[in-house]
């Protein structure tokens, strides 16, 4: 697993797993329950991972929608 990027956004963290399902690269995220439990105050980023076949082009898409 790669990891793309971290951020404390999800809004933008969801947006961007949409903009990747939507090319049918799978994501995962991580630290996503460790953010909830320290009470969602944006401390603890969340990481958004790909398979490392997948990296070179989810990185590609995500620098054509400006999220690079």
Do not use: K, N, Q, Y
């Amino acid at each position: 697993m790669i990891e793309l990027l971290r951020t404390t956004d999800p809004v933008r963290l969801s947006w961007l797993v949409a903009l990747l399902a939507d090319a049918g690269i799978e994501t995962i995220v991580l630290d996503t329950h460790t953010s909830i439990l320290e009470g969602s105050i944006g401390a603890i980023p969340r990481r958004l991972m790909v398979d490392g076949d997948d990296a070179d082009r989810a990185v590609r898409i995500l620098r054509e929608a400006g999220e690079a």
